[in-house]
T-cell receptor
Framework: AQKITQTQPGMFVQEKEAVTLDCTYD???????LFWYKQPSSGEMIFLIY??????QNATEGRYSLNFQKARKSANLVISASQLGDSAMYFC??????????????FGKGTLLTVNP | DTEVTQTPKHLVMGMTNKKSLKCEQH?????MYWYKQKAKKPPELMFV???????INESVPSRFSPECPNSSLLNLHLHALQPEDSALYLC??????????????FGSGTRLTVV
């Protein structure tokens, strides 16, 4: 079974500053993928960034980067130069790459990020 | 523009009504998903279809009945729902099979209220 833990129910950041959203995970699968999604109040889940368990480098996508520490089983999201439009709920998620559970994307409880002007 | 389209965006239904949620994608994905999301909670997987066949049912009550008529369309038929079924219902699509590194594309969701 997979488990995703996001320990920060809410985070505040000043506009133009960087912020780190924490995510730890637990799995017995040797191969897996880690994802971050953004969910604005409108409801749509927006894919932000992906990290594979065997990827040697940390993933980056524009202002988003993933600080992947495999030994610690952590996959923190770093948002640089925060913008007001970044205010949303952020979910960390994991999907194993094996067996029948390959299709299952398991989510953490989420972190509500508020960007202050 | 989202590439997964869900209709309707909002739905209010009585406990004796029958209604359907619709999800459509034209990305060539062969896996489609229904998730249920309560307020301030993460999405919970309900059903997975792979190549138009039901592959995962997460012990969902029979008052929810999924249907995948073709590779682009996914329906969720609703009957005799309870007020606690009120939630945001999200549809997603993705590549089927063991393709690592590919996230799912979600629709904007249907906000369902059962009265």
């Amino acid at each position: 079974a997979q488990k995703i833990t996001q320990t920060q129910p809410g985070m505040f950041v000043q506009e133009k500053e960087a912020v780190t959203l924490d995510c730890t995970y637990d799995t017995s699968d040797p191969s897996y993928g880690l994802f971050w999604y953004k969910q604005p109040s409108s409801g749509e889940m927006i894919f932000l960034i992906y990290q594979g368990s065997y990827d040697q480098q940390n993933a980056t996508e524009g202002r988003y980067s993933l600080n992947f520490q495999k030994a610690r089983k952590s996959a923190n999201l770093v948002i640089s130069a925060s913008q007001l439009g970044d205010s949303a709920m952020y979910f960390c998620a994991m999907r194993p790459n094996s067996g029948g559970s390959n299709y299952k994307l398991t989510f953490g409880k989420g972190t509500l990020l508020t960007v202050n002007p | 523009d989202t590439e997964v389209t869900q209709t309707p965006k909002h739905l209010v239904m009585g406990m004796t009504n029958k209604k359907s949620l619709k999800c459509e994608q034209h990305m060539g994905h062969r896996a489609m998903y229904w998730y249920k999301q309560k307020a301030k909670k993460p999405p919970e997987l309900m059903f997975v279809y792979s190549y138009e066949k039901l592959s995962i049912n997460e012990s969902v009550p029979s008052r929810f009945s999924p249907e995948c008529p073709n590779s682009s369309l996914l329906n969720l038929h609703l009957h005799a729902l309870q007020p606690e079924d009120s939630a945001l219902y999200l549809c997603a699509s993705g590549r089927a099979g063991t393709t690592p590194g590919y996230g799912y594309t979600f629709g904007s969701g249907t906000r369902l209220t059962v009265v």
